[in-house]
């Protein structure tokens, strides 16, 4: 038995820069630092876990859309310990929504080979969290998405979901796509070793017309969703601030109560 | 008049409010056809009605609760494929915005998530998302297909507007697909009898100040004085003090409540992202240079466990 798992993973601008839009009203993404985004961590780790308590031969392929930066987020995926890795790069996929991502990454996980397909929760730049159920949907195989627990055995995939008004555990045969939460488990950090060896793990770099894909189906112009404005939110105006003398809690109340809360 | 879908989150027969606030949003672009799935549906639609659905489509199957997501996206699509409606609004909770993804794609149309607000707009409906941590507001619409919209709680007030709300049984067929990912078991949450996170008008938060799981009754004695929920930062939850299905973050439950209280929160981007479209904003906090107190409009610097338990007694006094 063999098992091919492909994570998804994003190379998003650093959540703690100073993140904004450019011109045409995408992401930036020249002004700020980019790396992996962290929620996809979480799931390269439960590939390698995976990977690790099965008596199977697993082999972990991780797959991005993205500019040439985007490399460096294969790099960490492959030095965590991922096997190789598979790039989507081409200038046609500027602007591309989250329905053109699914299509593109529809084609390239089918063109790599899948049992399973395993993703982050949401990205930390766009935030939508519908990309593994669009992706399901393309693939026609059954989507397991959200889980804080995963677990894989025999040619089916076990998980735990935590809903707001419920916990659930869910079941789906394989070829299956998994989303995971960060409640998932650590991810682990790239060894001195593995930084190392990811220098010779294989990255392939495919384009459009590899995936077979139309640059009219993909891109600003093939989104299905146009941003028409992005603004600056005003800063909020400076609130009142007092240091607590021993009062601290009664003048509290007394702004709320100003503001019909109490 | 052009119709409006609206998909209705409810459990077993009770809709939840944030369904009641997309009716609002509905009617600003149309008539409101609500979609009510699952055990109960037949039980919603007074409470629809009273809020301007002029009709109430149902359909009650086991598969709903057994099955995730797929059977709610092949009754959606019937819907569609029944109404043709001028757009499909539907609440932002993890699943609905599944099904509304999966729905989009099938039917060929644009999404647009976690809307804040909606317009009706010349070229069709126009929405508003708070991005980067709600730094940015975007203004977007959908340029293809029938506009797939999913809106956020909190971003519109519920208002009566009595309509007929006529029942109608919908008519679905459940795809090969509907079965693939099977339900096999259900612990329901033990309520605390406090408000939704996302739904609560007040929210009060602990994080790394409350120091301590034990800690917390004082952060949740206070939020029982407003009638409030409890909302936890990611420090606070990473290290065990309070459930992750309180987490106010980017990794957690977003709000925009009336009222945000702060205790002990410093003021990370990560938590920033999920509570800075509150419209009070209020801050406890030892560290006067805490980012917090940049989005305050009332902040207290000092050791929460002095202000916090006297603003809860004052708060009881008041009320009486």
Redesign the interface.
């Known amino acids: 038995m063999s098992l091919r798992i492909v994570v998804t993973v994003k190379y998003v601008p650093d959540?703690?820069g100073d993140?904004?839009?450019a011109d045409d009203?995408t992401v930036d993404r020249d002004d700020v630092d980019g790396l992996l985004s962290e929620?996809d961590e979480y799931a390269v780790e439960q590939a390698l876990q995976i990977s690790e308590n099965s008596d199977d031969d697993v082999e972990v392929t991780v797959l991005t859309i993205g500019p040439e930066d985007a490399k460096d987020a294969l790099r960490k995926a492959l030095s965590m310990g991922a096997d190789k890795a598979v790039h989507v790069e081409d200038d046609d996929l500027h602007g591309t929504?989250?329905?053109g991502t699914?299509l593109v990454l529809a084609k390239a996980i089918e063109k790599a080979g899948y049992d399973l397909v395993i993703s982050g929760?949401a990205s930390?730049?766009g935030?939508?969290?519908?990309v593994?159920?669009?992706v399901?949907?393309?693939l026609?195989?059954?989507?397991?998405?959200?889980l804080?627990e995963v677990s894989v055995e025999g040619g089916t995939v076990?998980g735990r979901?935590?809903?707001?008004?419920?916990?659930?555990?869910?079941?789906?045969?394989l070829p299956?796509v998994v989303s995971v939460?960060?409640?998932s488990g650590e991810a682990r950090y790239p060894s001195f070793k593995g930084i190392m060896a990811a220098k010779k793990k294989p990255v392939e770099s495919w384009d459009l017309s590899d995936l077979e894909i139309e640059a009219d189906e993909v891109g600003l112009e093939g989104?299905?969703?146009?941003?028409?404005?992005?603004?600056?939110?005003p800063?909020?105006t400076a609130?009142?601030?007092?240091?607590?003398e021993?009062?601290?809690?009664?003048?509290?109340?007394e702004?709320?109560?100003g503001?019909k809360?109490? | 008049m052009a119709e409006v879908l609206v998909y209705v989150d409810h459990v077993d027969g009770a809709v939840r409010k944030p369904t009641l606030e997309l009716l609002t949003l509905a009617r600003r672009i149309g008539e409101p056809v609500a979609v009510a799935l699952g055990n109960g549906a037949g039980d919603t639609a007074a409470v629809l009605a009273e809020h301007g659905a002029v009709k109430v489509l149902t359909h009650e199957a086991s598969e709903y609760a057994d099955y995730l997501v797929v059977p709610k996206v092949d009754a959606l699509q019937a819907a569609v494929e029944q109404v043709s409606p001028a757009a499909v609004l539907v609440p932002s909770s993890a699943e609905a915005k599944e099904v509304a993804a999966r729905l989009a794609l099938r039917i060929g149309s644009g999404i647009i998530t976690d809307a804040v607000d909606v317009e009706a707009g010349a070229e069709g409906p126009v929405a508003t998302q708070s991005v980067f941590a709600a730094s940015f507001t975007t203004k977007s619409r959908v340029v293809k297909g029938t506009p797939v919209i999913t809106v956020k709680p909190n971003s519109a007030s519920v208002e009566a507007a009595p309509a007929a709300g006529t029942v109608e049984a919908l008519s679905v067929t459940f795809s090969d697909k509907a079965t693939g990912t099977k339900v096999t078991g259900r612990t329901a949450r033990e309520s605390t009898g406090r408000p939704e996170l996302t739904e609560a008008a007040i929210v009060v938060s602990g994080g790394r100040g409350v120091n301590g799981a034990e800690n917390f009754a004082i952060i949740e004695a206070l939020a029982d004085s407003l009638g409030a929920a409890v909302g936890a930062s990611r420090a606070a939850v990473d290290a065990g003090w309070y459930p992750h299905t309180n987490q106010v973050g980017q990794t957690g439950k977003s709000v925009s409540p009336q009222l945000y209280i702060a205790n002990g929160i410093s003021g990370a981007i990560q938590h920033r992202a999920g509570m800075q479209t509150s419209k009070t904003i209020v801050a406890i906090n030892k560290d006067a240079e805490a980012p917090i107190f940049d989005l305050v409009d009332y902040g207290v610097v000092g050791d929460l466990f002095d202000v916090v338990p006297q603003l809860t007694d004052e708060i009881k006094t008041r009320k009486g």
């Open positions: 959540a703690t993140r904004h839009f009203l929620l929504d989250a329905i699914s929760m930390t730049d935030t939508m969290g519908i593994p159920a669009l399901a949907e393309r026609g195989v059954p989507q397991i998405t959200l804080s076990t979901r935590d809903n707001d008004a419920a916990s659930e555990t869910l079941e789906a045969s299956a939460t960060d409640q989104a299905w969703t146009k941003v028409d404005a992005a603004n600056e939110r800063a909020r609130g009142t601030i007092v240091k607590d021993g009062e601290g809690g009664k003048q509290l109340a702004f709320l109560a503001q809360f109490i």
